[in-house]
């Protein structure tokens, strides 16, 4: 198995060149100019020329790209043109730990009540408790997520007035002592988070209600039952586990997430994670940001799926790397 | 067994987690409405953070408010609302006699002298004066900024205040002799050509930085120093705290005798990018001051929240109808101008100006923060405007007349030809402009019924100010936010090539001429009469169709006390606000 996480590691490394390299014609190829914020009345016309030198974007497109290959194979990056001229880096590193909270949090509340509602919908199938689940979770997965936010504001923050309509801690929170900041930050999560887990927790149920359906009727479920075991060793122990399954693809698959983020949470709830990184970045045409999410999620992605298989093969025996 | 209780032990951990938060949230909600940290604290909403607090390199607006906190000024500045004049005051000087409450206590410089042949400015600086760090404010420290500010390498976006200074019209200021200290408290500007005492006032008082710390920085490293996010200052706040895109919060300055600490013991500026969030901020009392509050939401908030009252200040900005004044295909071409087989006759222009109902543009969306534009001098710069203008009124028939008079006449399908050509054009906009969006619809209606054929079409923000510095489109609508000096040149000068900003394409020498004469004059009120001729040849050329002046209007707590709003800001007095019930601290 490690020979095979190896190879696959090795491969990943040109595919992830050739997503940088592709990603860093085609910004530039876009219309827009990062110094375009310069062109207005009033301000000289040299300051965006001379903004351009700094940026080093007056040379020909293969200089520029092999300037910037030679940066990027020594570890650099570069800095962020929008950003203060920030290490891309360091805008990352300010930008990750608000994303990953709120995304540990959602994944976790995501697969709980996912797996949760699907086991009792697959066991109770077609009894009313099954046909109520699934309808409120379609309600819900196809709510669009932004939309249900700014519901979420209007009745708990603007009319009951029970948590904060946004940002990640209260005026003075620093005062409230390690626990109470720690309390006030959480208080401040509560709805995101819910939004974010209510959408992802409708779809995780319908997959673990399929995948437990079609187990269920395996020969193997009706030799436990046979035995005369207790249905929930039989339902728990016998069935769950292969009805994971596909469920470990969907954790693989829910790494980039993790730290990617969730663009109109991030905007509607004022919380400066990835999502917003990324899609501030492309508007302002900032390109060595924009690359170095893209670097980001790429080997996230990549590591993802990578993390998915192996996952696959410890669940199931069956499946060898 | 093993997943089972594992699982259930998460939920259950998960379950709890949620039950404390729930759980505490009263706490620190309590906290929100009354008492506590809320009552020392003004909280400001922004759309977007600051870039650098640096008043050489800053270039958002959030940067120049709080930089205009945080570090000290040569003299203060005053807006004249009876007038539309800037006013400069020194500590034991003025330039005009004073209008409003603004003291010039702030002021670093106690007075200054213009030269008799307006080639010089000698200021005398205060003593007293001091950074945060303990180092006095010296004449030096200017001398050193401005050569910041004039460097090409750190690219600041007031390089063109330096403009007048020996040497720039050269290409290079010869800061040597532009700029002498002959001892700590004299400060002396010289320039290649006389200058008018307002401008030379206007352009020598950029903002200092403080040269001990400075000076180890290199230029190429300028924009990436740590001093960008740890400034010293001299000014009534300083920065207690920032995390980027999330809060900056400013603390009074106790030590600050540049003119005294803040009132308001700790500003706090929020970002919070979503619109309606920021309403209900502001609705929850969360927040104190949201800007750009749009006038659909006006009645709901102040019906939601009596405590909340709604400010306006003058009228800086303005949306047009672009309509390209030459043939730009043939122009790009062959550098030829001629004009635009649509929009090229001014008779043809004014008649598009007729046939748009602006009034019930305003009606519906504006209401009275909205009011018709005639040309690009604001009504708020009362010495230069020309009240005697009368706008066009919307009257299609006499739009109808023009056209039939220019040889545009209905075809088969209803809509005017000449010469086998259809007046048939896409009017373009940027994405993300509700007002431009609800605008572009009635224009559309407005000129289906004389014949015209308008289609709509919205860009990303960036491709369309690209395709309009290119002068790649026939018509669009846009805005454009004026300086409280007139400098129209930029936007309407004959030469193409330098007037980077003239986007039509219109060119009339009589502009030009009026421009330049303007500017020469030694005292701004003597330009007065080219002004109002200006206005009236704008009129009547219509480059563009001027649509409205939009009075910005930003939503304030009642909280708030002793503000002063105006046309040159928003947080213009902000260091004499008070907050009641307050706990403001001790003189």
Known sequence: ?321 | MKTDRKGFKLLFLFMMTMLVMSACGRGPAGSAGSGGAKDSTLVITMLGDADYLNPVIGSSVTSSNISGLIYPGLLQSEFDSTTGLLNFMALKKTFRPPTGSRKPDGALAKTWTMASDHKSITYILRSDAFWDDGKPIVSGDFKFTYRLYGNPLIASPRQQYLAELVGADKGVVDFDRAIETPNDTTLVFRFYKPVPEHLALFHTSLTPLPAHLWKVVKPEDFRSSPHNQKPVGAGPYKLKTWAQQQELVLASNRQSNLPKPGNIPFINWRIVPDYTVRLAQLQTNAADIVENIKPEDFSSLLKANPGIEIRSVGLRVYDYVGWSNIDQTIYHKSGKILPHPLFGSPDIRRALTLAIDRESIIDGYLKQYGTLCNTDISPSLKWAYNASISSYAFDQSAAAAIFRKEGWLPGPDGILQKNGRKFSFVLYTNAGNARRNYASVIIQQNLKAIGIDCRLDVQESNVFFENLQNRKLDAWMAGWSIGLEIDPLDVWGSDLKKSTFNFTGYRNPRIDELCELAKERLVQTDARPYWLEYQEIIHRDQPVTFLYWIRETQGFSKRIHDEEVNISGTFYNIDDWTLRPSATIAP
Do not use: C
């Open chain 1, 1 to 321: 198995m490690l020979i095979y996480i190896l190879k696959r590691l090795l491969l990943s490394i040109p595919l992830i060149f050739g997503v940088l390299t592709l990603t860093f014609f085609i910004i530039r190829l876009a219309p827009g100019d990062p110094a375009a914020f310069f062109i207005q009345p009033g301000i000289s016309p040299n300051v965006a020329e001379q903004i351009r030198a700094q940026y080093g974007l007056n040379d020909s497109l293969p200089v520029q790209y092999f300037k910037w290959l030679s940066n990027v194979l020594q570890g650099d990056f570069g800095r962020s043109f929008s950003r203060a001229q920030q290490p891309v880096f360091d805008v990352i590193a300010g930008a990750l730990p608000i994303t990953m909270t709120i995304a540990a949090l959602t994944l976790v509340a995501n697969f709980t009540f996912g797996i949760i509602i699907g086991i009792i919908s697959a066991v109770r199938q077609n009894s009313f408790i099954d046909r109520f689940l699934t309808v409120t979770a379609l309600f819900f997965y196809s709510m669009p997520e932004f939309w249900f936010a700014l519901m979420m504001i209007i009745v708990f923050a603007l009319k009951l007035q029970w948590f904060p309509a946004s940002g990640l801690n209260e005026i003075g929170a620093e005062s409230f002592g390690p626990l109470g900041f720690m309390l006030d930050r959480m208080w401040h999560l509560v709805l995101p988070v819910t939004v974010l887990s209510i959408n992802g927790a409708a779809g995780i149920a319908r997959y673990v209600r399929g995948s437990m359906l079609e187990v269920i009727r395996q020969d193997y479920i009706r030799t436990a039952r046979a035995k005369g075991l207790p249905e929930n060793i039989v339902i728990f122990h016998h069935a769950l586990r292969n009805a994971l399954l596909p469920v470990i693809t969907l954790m693989g698959s829910s790494l980039p997430f993790i730290f990617s983020g969730a663009l109109f949470i991030e905007v509607i709830f004022a919380f400066p994670g990835m999502g917003r990184v990324t899609v501030e970045a492309i508007f302002a045409r900032d390109y060595p940001l924009i690359i170095a999410n893209t670097f980001i999620s790429g080997t996230l992605i990549v590591l993802g799926n990578l993390l998915a298989d192996v996952l696959y093969a410890v669940a199931d025996p069956r499946i060898r790397l």
